[in-house]
């Protein structure tokens, strides 16, 4: 069951939607995310991830393709979500651009995440 939050959906400080879907299946959840991710919409990501987790899926997927930029308070409210998984391998992410894989590398959270390549490679991996 996918949840789309709307092609060009804006915040109310007319930025766009951080959250693009998401996707429910047997295999898991996948929240799409997209744009910039920062202070300025960490709470619009960190309620739709929060969601999911209270639903208690085995895998949660968060797909980044569409993310052009992340800073450390949307990094943050990653780790936040993946604290409140009850298995924390199931928390995972998929298809980083550049300029995102580089903030995980420079953080240093590219070694305690488990990142895929793509939202289908981390739904197919194991746990």
């Known amino acids: 069951m996918t949840e789309p939050a709307g092609a060009g959906a804006q915040t109310p400080a007319g930025r766009d939607t951080p ?3 998401v996707e429910r299946s047997e ?6 995310l997209a744009g910039e ?3 300025y919409n960490a709470d619009a990501v960190r309620a739709a991830l929060l969601e999911c987790c209270n639903e208690e899926p085995e895998r949660l997927v968060v797909d980044l393709a569409q993310v052009r930029f992340i800073d450390s308070t949307a990094l ?7 604290s409140r998984m009850a298995s924390r391998r199931g928390f ?3 298809a980083p651009g550049l300029e995102t894989r580089r903030a995980l590398e420079v953080s240093g959270l590219d070694r305690h995440f ?3 390549e793509t939202p289908a490679d981390a739904l ?3 746990l």
């Open 114 to 116: 488990s990142v895929h």
């Open 124 to 126: 197919a991996a194991p």
């Open 92 to 94: 995972m992410l998929a």
């Open 76 to 82: 943050g409210v990653l780790i936040e979500a993946r």
């Open 27 to 32: 295999a898991g959840v996948v929240v799409s």
């Open 19 to 21: 959250v693009t879907g």
């Open 37 to 39: 991710l920062d202070l």
